[in-house]
């Protein structure tokens, strides 16, 4: 709150100057009075809003609600009206002109867009390439903490799974499927020709690119195909993502504030036990069990309800965000100007995400022949991520009701229960009270360019961009006890600091000449990347206080240190050749020419090509005369590109030096090489269709792909008895990299926009997009039985990648007949387990599996593929109406078909389990005599009173293997999210005139306002960053809903 | 003018394009060496067999195998239900595929086995000719010495499993056949041979000798002895063992440490009597170091007062073995009611015990060390694998052999020898069980004893599963020279063992990685 304080009063500031500024501005207009009414060409509707300035002269007013307008001016004047959305028109002002009618003519929609295409723009209607684009205002509908966040939905061809709910935290997002496997699947992110080098798990679930405010973003540009990615060659096998900042423009200085105020709450809880429920449920167990009774526990029903856990450790969170923006420009310098401020807290206690960041562009055209530009963005992110460090989520839902927060004594509650089978667990809100771990990370992204024109058709432009990000870490973990248990490591208090500069030196010459309807544009050019990286961290134990917690005040005697550098680069040439022949036919060609540091000597260089067609059928002469038809393409593209993204250095055994015994130091063998890793190939298919149709109203994109990768660069989980890991295995070698085998990505992206109602005072449009993605693994090189395991996943030929594999659940033992229909588990020797109560045997309530391959016995041969975590579609849904001053915009986006496995039941509808239960537990499998009389340990004369339950019984034995991996905790995932309600007021002209601000908007937001889904877990979106292990929901930081009241000022046009 | 100014911009650029040497791409890590560009002196392949003995190769095997299976499995204690139902499983011998303690040793003795296949490798790869070939080879044995000792470890446990020799041969062929238990064992020979020829008499304190690897290879021979014998023992394979562990006895100049309790402290690490231990480093975090410590019956003899998670408890059948006159070893191993150590958490006048839990292992906190570095995860003693003591045990039963008693003059010198160090009276004839029960008192929470019954169970399976179903697994409390056993029993049912009890079973994540581990072992020589 402190920061929120410092921060309103330069914004206040900046305020009160514009105002002034444009006070003064209007003061010296003294000639005649010109009014007049500008309509809609095509319509003849009045048109509100636009602008209309003196050419040359800084006099301008804006046309009230009736198009009407006034300005002072004088004969001979010229009169420059620009609106949004219509063409720029000039009226010289005559001399007997007092009343004018201005006819202004809309542009045609999207198609005269420039899109940016790499290393380049171009017009939308000649694009040969998949790219589909989203604007910097419709992005932001949805109040994103970050942009990757926005996309989910909007654009069609990209599936983005959140990983982590926590404030800024990480978002998968994959482009046409699931292609490459090593570490990232991410796409490459270039921000106004910054490259960021690929994202991977940066662990406690954050996110790279957090530090960009979406505030400052103009439009992003997302290039799908292989004919739009194949320039940006090595990278770009995943797509592209393009950012593209505001700028500055010819224009008068605008100023403009975006600020929005929030809060946010966890939408769903999940159903823990109160404390009369689980006294209950301990007293029938040992009851069973012959021990373990609670005298505390003795009377249940006199119990309240005890402590809920979740309500302590989540909370109704604020967030803010303020945004201001200055930008204009002259002929020769145009500039652009914003501050940004992001404050959210997170839901769970200790968990927070702040953005200050400052941006600066600059365009200057310093001679006739050479202009020059910077982009500079700096940032500081502030993260307090101690809540998913500690595990606080998991440890709220581990401690039982009987547990108070705190005791009376002031020391924090935990497990006091001296019954060695009673786990203790950690105070989740100490935890995230006490415990320190904070991120800070300054960023600066570059980008200085000089553009050189040779001759009106040939210019050279010579871009230097960095991206320089230096972070830092503090940590301090006071040793505490909760009940019986004290944390075993004593009070430590950690610093680290880390920097990663990546700069790219760019050379490119560009050939623009137009022969009449003809058009070549040849573009050539030279690239390097360079990154270099540096890391420190460094800490002590045993501190006098928890108030003084640096380094140094600890013992010395305990410091540790740790540090390392790092270095890679790539280097690249490469070549376009666009031609338009008639304005009816389109080609591309691209060549690129990639080095990479990654590979051995021998295989370092690959190339990367690509060629597209479109034709745009609505210029051809049998479409000219219908009318419906306003835009129609068909584009034809198919490149081959390559894929680097491996860490460095895998190709030969890297030691690394551990502590040792017997020499102080030795060499550990940290990988497993393979000398002959080398580039990964995707060929790439995509054939697409784009139209407008009924004057405009109507348009969509329908983008058919195949993707198929070659020399699949894995990291590949090996059988333990290679000694490699691809997790985390202390004394394991590093998995290497292979090119394994073959996947394919098919799939379609369907985008729909439709105006359905427009007229004076109502406009209502819709946009969907459907995203369907089929992958399958071709090939994984070692033979038909070749398999990746990685937990639970597996991974094998002909079926998608990272499927969930495991036992077909069938029910609990309930009847006598049970036993005799179903195969037991068997021991080491293969013999099946006894039918016993006793131990050691398998029991009425235990859990029956399938035995699928008919051997009698249930052993590992028995387990099968139980689905995919991929989804099967992925869609966006939107509406937005306006009515008069009033616009709605409401937003849905889903999932269909995918599964996740729900992780936290199985241990916590688990009767043996010791933490806390979730009341599904209560609903045990409770097993009578058929006789009461007779001997309860003969196998006839015992049933289960409530066969269908799924839960095991209270018996203390699980020879059975209950919480084996079956299907029953494995969930369909597919979910319709109301992802965004906004709804928006802008105020009308002539009130704002008045105080001399051109336009403000009031809104009112609900993001994640509601979740239709059948999944039972906190929240069924359940993102990854690993595809071979996808799909597991141990406890997630869940997206919360939030709601929010913003405003948009801007003081003028 | 203009002209000028338009070119030398470009030109400018130019230059920095054909600043991007060749070289440019070449970025060899700069915290890391490269195996390519190591092995390049005696000094530099002893520092990669020096990883071999301890820190994260070795981990997983230590803390989630060598005494889970050597003590707790073979009943001579747990830390009861705290770990779960993996840990009961071990105690109740009722294993099963996904049992994470079985899981975790099979990696932990193939990561072992990864790291010393890419040492060896490696040094024949990268050792320049002018490294003197005896020193070469001497880097080589120590690496196949551990590797020896872990496929024997793997064969004792599971019988018959996969043999990786180059685990790069993987990335082509990742599915792997078991191989049958006899070529195991002999490639295991095969291996601690080649070590018994190539490793020195002597080195600095803590590295293999020859001697180890004798030493290692009659226990190796004597448990082959067994195999498939029913009744009676190879003798062949009798008298190698017998002829390496006589070896050891008589040539090698190393004698008994003189006071067994010491032997224990992190002081008397590495001394003579100890033939290959493994060599721990105090302050190495998580994954790296010695844990054994944490089985410490309560956080005031840890250091910095924490991790005392669970104290190992012996039972009450480990209780029966010691006599009153084996108090030495008894005190040594663990602690009961009222005993006193000055030396634990001396600073406070030591740690007097108050109830039963294990001892050896157990060394106090970092100022009883004077190790400041040393945490719950790594405390800096060197826990022996392989002593004289096992070895002089090793010479008697290899002379005992096929028979149930003897009372061979040699077997009786080196049997009575260990008795006497711990200050027991000697015996006139040894028998099978006399010997058995030594072996279990002197090595008690050293890892052996499951050893000693799957050896047993090679060639008399009958009186192996006697033994573990004779067991009284319950804990006891100790008061006023009276130690009564829990009424309630074992804190877990202990299910009778079974034939293939002594047959661990493949980890079932193994399993579904690769179905071929299911099918029938093959030949591999």
Known sequence: MQQAKTIRLPLLLLWSTGLFLLAGNNAFAQTTKISGKIINERTSAPTPSATITIKNTRRFTVADEAGRFTIDASAGDVLVITMVGYLRKEVVVGKNNVILQIKLAETSAKLDDVVVIGYGRAKRKDLTGGISSISGEELRKSQPTTFDQALQGKVAGVMVQQISGQPGGGVSIQIHGVSSISGSNSPLYVIDGVIIPPTNDPGNGANPLNAINPSEIESIDVLKDASATAIYGSQATNGVIVITTKRGSVAPPQISYDGYYGYQQLPKRLPTVNLQQLATFLNERAAVWGFDDRPEFANAKYLGTGTNWQNELFRTAPMQNHSLTING????????????????????????????SVRLNLDNKTTDWLKIGTSLQFANVVENVNSSSAGVIGSSLWLTPDIPVKNVDGTWGGVTNSSGWVQPVVNPVAMALINKNMNYRYQLFGNAYAEINFTKALSLRNEVSGNFDFSSNEGFQPQTTFGKYTTPNPTISSYSSGQNIYTVIRNYLTYNKSFGKNNLNVLLGHESNMSKSANAFASRSDFPSANVQSISSGDPSTARNNGGYGAGASESYFGRINFSWIDKYLFTFNLRNDGSDKFPTDKRWATSTSGAFAWKINNEQFLQTVQAINELKLRLGYGLTNNQNIPANTYVTQLTTVANGLSGTAQFQSNLPNPNVKWEQTKNGNIGLDGTFFNWRLNFSIDVYDRKTDGLLLKVPYPAYSGTTTNYSPGAMQAPYVNVGSMSNKGIDIRVGTTNIKNKNFSWKTDITVSRNINKVLNLGAGDDASLVSGNSKTVVGQPIGSFYGYIYDGIFATADDFKSHALPADQSGTPRPIANAFGGIWYGDRMFKDLNGDGIIDTRDQTFLGSPQPKFQFGFNNSFNYKGFDLNIFFSGNVGNKVYNQLP??????????????????????????????????????????????VSLRNDNTNENGRFTNLFLEDASFIRCKNVTIGYNLPQNILAKAHIYSLRLYANVSNAFTITKYTGMDPEVGSWNPLEAGYDGGYYPQSRVFTVGVNVKLTK | MKLINKLLIPLLLLVAVAGCKKSFLDRPSQSQIASNNFYQSAKEMRLATASLYGGPSVWQWHSNGFLQFGDVLSGNGTTGQYQGTNNNELFAVNLSASNGFVKSAWTGLYNLIGQCNSTILGIQQYAPPTVPAAEKNAAIAEAKFIRGYAYFNLVLHWGAVPIVEDNSKLIDQPLLNRIIVSDVYKFVTNDLTYAVQNLPVTDVAGRVTTWSAQGMLSKVYLTMAGLGGNGTRNQAYLDSAKKYAGNVCKNSGKTLFPNYYDLFKAQ???????????????????????????????NTIMPKKGGAWASMKPTYDLYLLYSGKDSVRRKATFMMNGDHFPELDAANGGYTATGSSMKKHVIGNDIDNSSPLMDLWSSPEHDAVLRLADVYLIYAEAIMGSNTTTSDPDALLYYNKVRTRAGVDPLSTITLDTLLSERRIEFAFEGIFWSDLVRLSYWKPAKALAIVNAQNRAFFNYAAGVATPDANGPVVVVLPATASSFTLQIPATELTANQKLAEAPVKYY
């Open chain 2, 268 to 298: 008397n690490n590495d001394v003579p009597e100890v033939l290959f231990a493994f060599q721990w480093q105090a302050g190495t975090g998580y994954g790296n170091g010695n844990t054994f410590n944490n089985y410490a019956p309560t």
């Open chain 1, 329 to 356: 420009g002259d002929a020769r310098t145009q500039y652009l100007f914003s501050l940004g401020y992001f404050d959210q807290n997170g839901i769970a206690l200790g968990s927070e995400f702040k953005r200050y």
């Open chain 1, 906 to 951: 199985v241990n916590q509808m688990n009767p043996l389990n010791n933490t806390n239960y979730f009341t599904g537990v209560l609903n045990y499998a409770k097993t009578a005599l058929v006789n009461p009389a007779g001997d309860r340990n003969d196998v006839n004369n015992v049933y289960v009173t409530n066969p269908h339950t799924t839960i």
